[in-house]
């Protein structure tokens, strides 16, 4: 079965910081790599996703990920956050022989931004 | 909003209650998911249904009993529940069906359900 792991599960930072969360998954095949972000109350968003082509994808609000291969990694990174960044991102995966319509889900990494 | 609508966002039961969970997605999409948000860990999928039929079941004990009557509509009934059923409920909703490549899936706010 599909794993996912993230590390690091509550990063605190400042304003302008550089965030970057880590993203392993364990399948070897043809993957298709989702984050999700989850600010305070709200529902499970979309940041970004790769399918294929340019493994560097960037996603709503300045985020942006980095899909390795060779390491089964999709990290994301923001190069400067912001207080309204403070949510819980979710890696996901699906595909190859664990089907396109199971998600797979890490434990999420809790952020909190101080202003 | 996501298109993706869930009632009621709040339910409190006893372990001998019976209540429904709703879902309802405008996106015109033909596959739902039922997704259980626990603290500290990852979500746990429940079930999936493409074109209203079940094609999966993640080995959910039967005191859940997922409804699919239409693409549009998903229901969870939850009868005689445990405490350490306690989560939040999360529905989701895509386009593709089972096997299709590029296959987004969009969230609703959930349900926090709390058994006492």
């Known amino acids: 079965a599909q794993s996912v792991s993230q590390h690091n599960h509550h990063v605190i930072l400042s304003e302008a910081a550089s965030l970057e969360l880590g993203c392993n998954y364990s399948?070897?095949?043809?993957?298709?790599l989702f984050w999700y972000v989850q600010y305070p109350g709200q529902h499970l968003q979309l940041l970004l996703k790769y399918f294929s082509g340019d493994p560097l994808v960037k996603g709503i609000k300045g985020f942006e990920a980095e899909f390795i291969k060779s390491k089964f990694s999709f990290n994301l990174r923001k190069p400067s956050v912001q207080w309204s960044d403070t949510a819980e991102y979710f890696c996901?995966?699906?595909?190859?022989?664990?089907?396109?319509?199971?998600?797979?889900f890490g434990k999420g990494n809790q952020v909190v931004v101080i202003p | 909003e996501t298109g993706v609508t869930q009632t009621p966002r709040h339910l409190v039961m006893g372990m001998t209650n019976k209540k429904s969970l709703k879902c309802e997605q405008h996106l015109g999409h033909n596959a739902m998911y039922w997704y259980k948000q626990s603290a500290k860990k990852p979500l746990e999928l429940m079930f999936v249904y493409n074109f209203k039929e079940q094609t999966e079941n993640n080995s959910v004990p039967s005191r859940f009993s997922p409804e699919c009557p239409n693409s549009s509509h998903l229901f969870l009934h939850l009868h005689t529940l445990q405490p350490e059923d306690s989560a939040l409920y999360l529905c989701a909703s895509s386009q593709g069906s089972a096997g299709t490549a590029k296959n987004i899936q969009y969230f609703g706010a959930g349900t926090r359900l709390s058994v006492l």
């Open positions: 399948y070897g095949g043809t993957v298709n």
């Open positions: 996901a995966v699906n595909g190859g022989d664990y089907g396109n319509n199971r998600l797979a």
